[in-house]
């Protein structure tokens, strides 16, 4: 084994590789060719004598000497990033942290804790990213984000197989609900029972993976009518106030909910939930992934108190 000659361009792209699932993936992120993926890669399992990938038909998969190499390219990665930002006279007092975090979070918690950060620690430099849980998890686990919000649903599973788990902690649990235009006859319901909701329009997202009919009410006893489709929340919201069909939302989001959109309760089934989790790798934190951490989850304690 010897890693003497290891560029940090393989290192890269084995880093880019361990988040983005596939060669293709990453090469289409790098810029690459995938043959120039592939002798990257190649290189470097040569360095280390072993093999770093486990190649498979959905993808790829670190193996165990995988996990230890791509630790030690996060850690030189990040030095080396460091190193190119002091340089460049960026700031770097108040240290850096990466947050991912579900698309709905941007609508609400993330752009509050920004805001709490600046007040709180002007000088800590937080940078985020949208991303499916899927597409986060790898992310933790390759190193390029630090902590990741993930949306979880019943029977609420680990967001990946992989092992060491990754440590979860629950900042909020709510209820969904029906969101439906203000003119419809649901609009002046207290509430609305899962058998009434039979022949309704719905706007979900796309059926794909993890995206599969999210929108739908869970558990609806019929093959839903879906009207429109849209993986962005706040379209399928705008659907809604057009009266274009009906979604559903966690009601965390109801501070964020357009004009002529009117939140209603469901009944008659079992109680629908939706956590949020802070997730990141096992071991402490550093500074900045604590503060904002503990930022966050004062946000989300404040937010299910209201």
Do not use: C, N
Not at 226 to 249: E, N, P, Q, S
Not at 280 to 296: D, E, F, I, K
């Amino acid at each position: 084994m010897d890693f003497t000659d290891v560029s940090p361009t393989a290192l890269r792209v084995f880093r880019e590789i361990a988040e983005r699932g596939t060669f293709t993936a990453a090469a289409v992120a790098l810029g690459y060719t995938q043959s120039a993926v592939s002798r990257q890669i190649a290189s470097l399992e040569r360095a280390a004598g072993a093999e770093l990938l486990e190649r498979r038909r959905e993808g790829v998969r670190l193996t165990s000497a995988g996990q230890v190499v791509l630790r030690t390219a996060a850690r030189v990665l990040d030095d080396l990033d460091a190193t190119a930002r002091e340089l460049a006279g960026l700031p770097v007092s108040g240290g850096t942290v990466r947050l991912g975090w579900f698309p709905s979070a941007g609508a609400v918690l993330v752009p509050r804790a920004i805001a709490a950060l600046r007040r709180s620690h002007p000088t800590l430099t937080l940078v985020s990213r949208e991303g499916s849980t899927p597409a986060l998890a790898r992310a933790l686990r390759s190193g390029t984000i630090d902590l990741a919000l993930l949306a979880s649903a019943p029977p609420f599973r680990p967001p990946d197989a992989e092992t060491p788990a990754l440590e979860l902690q629950t900042l909020a649990e709510r209820s969904l609900r029906l969101a439906v235009p203000s003119s419809h006859p649901f609009a002046r319901a207290d509430s609305v029972d899962i058998a009434d909701l039979r022949g309704q329009r719905w706007i979900a997202a796309p059926t794909a993976g993890e995206y599969q009919l999210m929108g739908v009410w869970p558990g609806l006893d019929e093959r839903p009518t879906i009207a429109h489709t849209a993986r962005d929340w706040l379209a399928k919201l705008h659907l809604v106030a057009a009266g274009a069909g009906i979604t559903t939302i966690s009601v965390a989001l109801q501070d964020a909910v357009p004009p002529g959109v009117h939140l209603v309760p469901v009944h008659g089934g079992p109680q629908e939930t939706r956590r949020v989790l802070l997730a990141h790798l096992p071991g402490p934190l550093p500074q900045p992934a604590r503060v904002l951490a503990a930022t966050l989850q004062t946000l989300a304690t404040d937010s299910s108190a209201t």
